[in-house]
Structure formats: C-alpha cells, structure tokens
C-alpha cells in the first residue's frame, strides 16, 4: 500500500522536533515532510512556500501556528487538501491582549532578550503534569525554541499579528478534519477546538487528558493514534 503524503505545520519557535514521535510513529503510513516556516514575516508567504514544496495532493496537519497557517494554505488550495488536522490551534484572530503581548516578545527579542522569552512562553504550552512524566521535556522545548532563534521568532510574531478571522470558512471545510486538543492547554484552550470541530461539518474532536499545548511532544502516543485513525479513516 502506498503511504499517503502528509505535510507537517510547526508551532510558533518550533521545529521537526515537535514532530519527532509522529515522524517515527507514522512512517509505516505516511510519506512525511516537516515545512521550514522560519523564512517568512507574512503566513500568506509561508503558505506559497509550503505548497511549492508540497505533493500535488497531500494531508495537512498544523499546531497552533500551524493550524493558522492551514487556514492560510486551504484558501489558496483547498482543492489540493485531502485530510486537515488542526492541532492545539484555533480559529479566530488574536486579542487586543494577545497582540500587544506578541509585540511585547518581539520588542523583548530584538533588544537581546531572546533568551527572557520562551521561559515566560513556556509555562503556557506544556502541562506539568507532561514535566512530571518527561522531565526532560523542558530542556527540549527550549533547544528547539533557541535553534529556530530570535529572527525568526520576530518574523513568526509578525505573521500571526497579521492573520484573518477563519471562522467564517469553517462551514465550507468539506474534507475528512481532525481537531485535537490537550485538555489542559492554556494557550489555545479546549473551547477553541469545540468550536471549530461544531463549525466544520466533517471534523471528529479528539481531546488528549493530562496534556497541554504541546500535545505532539506530551502525549505522543496518543497523539500518534488519533492521526493514525484521521490518515486511515
């Protein structure tokens, strides 16, 4: 059986490490590509370059960030999304707060305080009680942030600044969707993923217990599952 194409979207200051268990645990069914979302300001730049690299038809699944620049991809080429998975993300544009703490990091960052920032972000993304299964999930967390650095970081802020309101395409989203979300996730909290699973009329909601932001890397097995049931279904 041929393996499906599955494009995977990072979070803001994420790399492939957020997707290092889905990588290894998918591999047997899926014919995997990271995206590199560090280049762009803009999520309509990141999406062009995303879809210049991508298969012609291929399934799609984003975390937070990623999951705002799914909405991005699928309307530029929705006919070429065959599954969505929209993880740990939401459909709606940010907050007056929510922007001005964006802007907040980014003037942080700029004036050399990278390092200030993702200790502060991460409290917001991972569970603690995924710290009291993983201790070691810290310190990755927090490699990954420092090797996609304070640029890109900026760059990524700006993007999401500037990101519509999604949830009036959410009816149209005629395609198999999964929508999954760590029931302690505090970033994006598990009403934003009831939302968006009520709205889209093919979405399943899957929600992981004992788990925050960064449901990929907390709970990577049952991540694993509920995309290996969306890819198979």
Not at 42 to 48: N, V
Not at 54 to 64: E, I, K, M, N, V
Not at 111 to 134: E, M
Request: proline share 7%; with cysteine; net charge neutral.
């Amino acid at each position: 059986m041929s393996r499906i194409p599955l494009v995977l979207l990072p979070g803001l200051i994420c790399d492939r490490d957020l997707w290092k268990a889905q990588i290894e645990g998918l591999a047997d069914i899926a014919d995997i590509q990271v995206a590199d979302l560090t280049q762009s300001d803009t999520l309509s730049g990141m999406a062009e370059s995303v879809l210049a690299r991508a298969p012609a038809r291929f399934a799609l699944a984003g975390l937070s960030m990623g999951g705002y620049l799914s909405f991005e991809i699928l309307r530029k080429a929705h006919t070429r999304v065959e599954r969505l998975a929209l993880l740990d993300t939401s459909a709606r544009p940010d907050t007056p707060e929510q922007s001005r703490r964006r802007k907040m990091f980014v003037a942080h960052a700029k004036r050399g305080k990278f390092k200030g920032v993702t200790p502060t972000l991460l409290p917001n993304w991972v569970s603690p009680k995924s710290i009291a299964r993983d201790p070691e999930l810290p310190q990755r967390v927090l490699d990954m942030t420092n090797r996609v650095g304070p640029d890109a970081f900026c760059r990524q802020q700006n993007a999401i600044l500037g990101r519509p309101d999604s949830r009036p395409m959410l009816a149209g989203i005629v395609c198999n969707t999964l929508v999954l979300c760590g029931r302690e996730d505090e970033a994006t909290p598990l009403n934003l993923s009831q939302e968006m699973a009520a709205d889209i009329p093919a979405a399943q909601l899957c929600v992981i217990d004992d788990c925050g932001h960064l449901s990929t890397m907390e709970k990577p097995k049952e991540t694993n599952e509920a995309l290996r049931r969306w890819l198979t279904a």
